[in-house]
């Protein structure tokens, strides 16, 4: 049975939470069932990992990974209420922590599942390990997330009886990731190729691939190439041939053979996709998470030079022959939309003699960069007349991010270049762009600025930005002094190659310029009422 079908809402209400914990430790839903009447058969056991399957939307989800490149220079998420905009800016304190996640929910929901799982009469061995390796899989990666928000973390592999066992303290974040790695290399053994997975479920290459994903946060770039290169080797993932980076974005085109692991919404059930903090005002959204200038002067000239460089950058036409990544992943003024008659357009206060409800100033819901989200967002993805229950398939992982990593690690071994390149190359072809210019890129230092560039554009919106950032020692000075900007201008009755309406850019306004972030805000606050509700856990330090 494909987990992807069980209906999510049942299986909350089906997923087995037993013994009761503090409030800090979060409550047992009260309608949960109990193990004499639920553990008995692989159905069970089958619906129960369903529950732990649905703990990743607070994390993976979406909503929570495009939400989360608003934590780094990539994305402005406008309003304070939704968490993460105080992540960015350093302006979180302990009794507004902004989004968190210091909770345990979902390491809960693992542990009870391991706990009780031997109670099943399952059909074989083969099918027990198996399960029990994605709710450890699940749970290390649930650990993996929270060590990378906090630091040290509470600990806990077993289900606690008592209040007065949840009352625990951090553990050391070193103990914690010793606990990831082993757990993860210990499970690939149990874990199905991709080509053997039913979708939405953990694969071996997934498992495998947050074991790169561990290394290359701890700058341990030979065992984060060995794991890359287990992905590449297995050749269980491929980059689709005949495909645009933009179509590979598509609804149809999601489940290929690019995709490692998924995080999916179902329109028309309780876990449908609803759209409108990703859309533009205009057509009913709110542009809560929006582009920015800076993500956009990103993406190179179409020539392979950057726009400082290229003279085929022109900054009053800014869109025009750029990396077709651009417009895949920017809805920018002048792209035709659904659910626009003619085109996007944020940049003039006025269109026709009326307030346009697009430009920054005009609404709350208008982008504060004029700039809309793409890529899952592109028009072809869009009901104009239901935004309210999409479906996308989001993911999680996939191979470029592997191929990117390769490159990255050989790079920064100084060891094996031309693989590097090559990996580079696959990437920059799908796109629609120029290989490598090895004129110009021809050595460890050059390299390193393209493959971070390339990491920059190519996985824009997928949740990986802000951890680049931190373990490249860049984060604090790129958000300390960052500002959030505005393009004015106005769109012109010609249209380019692609059937975008050109610009006129006049020039560009200042409209957010509030970022404190400090080396503190790396990691971030606990929120100060589960301190005062447990006196063993200790604050970060800087808040």
Same mark, same amino acid.
Request: some cysteine; charged content about 20%; proline content about 4%.
């Given at each position: 049975?494909?987990?992807?079908?069980?209906?999510?809402?049942?299986?909350?209400?089906?997923?087995?939470?037993?013994?009761?914990?503090?409030?800090?430790?979060?409550?047992?839903?009260?309608?949960?069932?109990?193990?004499?009447?639920?553990?008995?058969?692989?159905?069970?056991?089958?619906?129960?990992?369903?529950?732990?399957?649905?703990?990743?939307?607070?994390?993976?989800?979406?909503?929570?990974?495009?939400?989360?490149?608003?934590?780094?220079?990539?994305?402005?998420?406008?309003?304070?209420?939704?968490?993460?905009?105080?992540?960015?800016?350093?302006?979180?304190?302990?009794?507004?922590?902004?989004?968190?996640?210091?909770?345990?929910?979902?390491?809960?929901?693992?542990?009870?599942?391991?706990?009780?799982?031997?109670?099943?009469?399952?059909?074989?061995?083969? +099918?027990? /390990? &198996? $399960?029990? =390796? *994605?709710?450890?899989?699940?749970?290390?990666?649930?650990?993996?997330?929270?060590?990378?928000? !906090?630091?040290?973390?509470?600990?806990?592999?077993?289900?606690?009886?008592?209040?007065?066992?949840?009352?625990?303290?951090?553990?050391?974040?070193?103990?914690?990731?010793?606990?990831?790695?082993?757990?993860?290399?210990?499970?690939?053994?149990?874990?199905?190729?991709?080509?053997?997975?039913?979708?939405?479920?953990?694969?071996?290459?997934?498992?495998?691939?947050?074991?790169?994903?561990?290394?290359?946060?701890?700058?341990?770039?030979?065992?984060?190439?060995?794991?890359?290169?287990?992905?590449?080797?297995?050749?269980?993932?491929?980059?689709?041939?005949?495909?645009?980076?933009?179509?590979?974005?598509? +609804?149809? /085109? &999601? $489940?290929? =053979? *690019?995709?490692?692991?998924?995080?999916?919404?179902?329109?028309?059930?309780?876990?449908?996709? !609803?759209?409108?903090?990703?859309?533009?005002?205009?057509?009913?959204?709110?542009?809560?998470?929006?582009?920015?200038?800076?993500?956009?002067?990103?993406?190179?000239?179409?020539?392979?030079?950057?726009?400082?460089?290229?003279?085929?950058?022109?900054?009053?036409?800014?869109?025009?022959?750029?990396?077709?990544?651009?417009?895949?992943?920017?809805?920018?003024?002048?792209?035709?939309?659904?659910?626009?008659?003619?085109?996007?357009?944020?940049?003039?206060?006025?269109?026709?003699?009326?307030?346009?409800?697009?430009?920054?100033?005009?609404?709350?819901?208008?982008?504060?960069?004029?700039?809309?989200?793409?890529?899952?967002? &592109?028009?072809?993805?869009?009901?104009?007349?239901?935004?309210?229950?999409?479906?996308?398939?989001?993911?999680?992982?996939?191979?470029?991010?592997?191929?990117?990593?390769?490159?990255?690690?050989?790079?920064?071994?100084?060891?094996?270049?031309?693989?590097?390149?090559?990996?580079?190359?696959?990437?920059?072809?799908?796109?629609?762009?120029?290989?490598?210019?090895?004129?110009?890129?021809?050595?460890?230092?050059?390299?390193?600025?393209?493959?971070?560039?390339?990491?920059?554009?190519?996985?824009?919106?997928?949740?990986?930005?802000?951890?680049?950032?931190?373990?490249?020692?860049?984060?604090?000075?790129?958000?300390?002094?960052?500002?959030?900007?505005?393009?004015?201008?106005?769109?012109?009755?010609?249209?380019?190659?692609?059937?975008?309406?050109?610009?006129?850019?006049?020039?560009?306004?200042?409209?957010?310029?509030?970022?404190?972030?400090?080396?503190?805000?790396?990691?971030?606050?606990?929120?100060?009422?589960?301190?005062?509700?447990?006196?063993?856990?200790?604050?970060?330090?800087?808040?």
């Amino acid at each position: 049975m494909n987990m992807k079908k069980i209906l999510y809402a049942v299986s909350m209400a089906l997923m087995v939470s037993l013994s009761g914990c503090s409030d800090f430790l979060d409550r047992v839903p009260s309608d949960a069932l109990s193990p004499s009447t639920f553990w008995s058969s692989e159905s069970d056991a089958q619906l129960a990992l369903t529950g732990c399957y649905n703990k990743l939307e607070s994390i993976y989800g979406g909503y929570n990974m495009i939400y989360w490149d608003c934590t780094s220079d990539n994305y402005f998420n406008n309003f304070s209420w939704e968490g993460y905009k105080t992540l960015s800016d350093g302006n979180n304190t302990a009794n507004d922590t902004g989004k968190g996640f210091f909770d345990f929910l979902d390491i809960r929901a693992c542990n009870e599942f391991l706990e009780n799982e031997q109670k099943v009469k399952w059909t074989s061995a083969a +099918t027990e /390990n &198996q $399960y029990k =390796s *994605e709710a450890r899989v699940l749970r290390a990666l649930f650990y993996f997330w929270k060590t990378e928000c !906090y630091g040290d973390f509470p600990y806990f592999t077993t289900v606690l009886a008592t209040p007065a066992d949840g009352l625990i303290e951090r553990t050391s974040v070193s103990t914690i990731r010793d606990f990831i790695v082993s757990e993860l290399t210990d499970c690939i053994q149990y874990l199905p190729n991709k080509s053997d997975a039913v979708e939405g479920r953990i694969n071996k290459q997934f498992c495998e691939g947050l074991l790169m994903r561990y290394y290359l946060y701890r700058s341990d770039y030979t065992n984060a190439l060995k794991y890359a290169n287990m992905i590449r080797d297995s050749k269980q993932v491929s980059i689709p041939a005949g495909v645009s980076y933009a179509d590979c974005f598509l +609804t149809a /085109n &999601q $489940y290929d =053979s *690019e995709t490692i692991f998924d995080h999916s919404y179902i329109a028309s059930t309780s876990m449908d996709l !609803y759209d409108p903090p990703f859309l533009a005002n205009g057509m009913g959204g709110w542009s809560s998470v929006v582009p920015t200038l800076d993500l956009m002067d990103s993406f190179e000239c179409i020539d392979g030079k950057t726009i400082d460089q290229s003279p085929l950058y022109d900054p009053t036409e800014p869109f025009l022959n750029r990396d077709p990544r651009l417009r895949a992943s920017i809805v920018y003024p002048g792209q035709p939309y659904s659910g626009y008659s003619k085109c996007y357009n944020s940049m003039p206060k006025q269109i026709d003699g009326q307030s346009n409800p697009d430009y920054c100033t005009n609404a709350d819901n208008s982008s504060k960069s004029g700039l809309q989200l793409g890529k899952y967002f &592109q028009a072809a993805n869009i009901n104009a007349n239901n935004i309210s229950s999409t479906t996308v398939h989001f993911k999680v992982m996939r191979y470029a991010e592997v191929l990117l990593t390769i490159a990255e690690c050989e790079i920064e071994l100084n060891q094996n270049l031309s693989d590097a390149i090559d990996c580079i190359n696959m990437i920059r072809t799908r796109a629609g762009m120029p290989k490598v210019d090895e004129t110009v890129y021809n050595n460890q230092s050059s390299l390193r600025t393209l493959v971070r560039r390339e990491r920059r554009v190519e996985l824009n919106g997928e949740g990986l930005r802000r951890a680049d950032l931190v373990r490249w020692g860049t984060i604090t000075n790129i958000l300390s002094k960052f500002k959030v900007q505005h393009l004015d201008g106005d769109i012109t009755n010609e249209k380019d190659n692609n059937g975008d309406y050109k610009v006129k850019v006049t020039g560009r306004s200042d409209i957010y310029t509030n970022y404190n972030f400090t080396d503190s805000h790396i990691l971030f606050p606990i929120y100060q009422k589960y301190i005062d509700i447990n006196p063993k856990l200790k604050q970060n330090p800087g808040y």
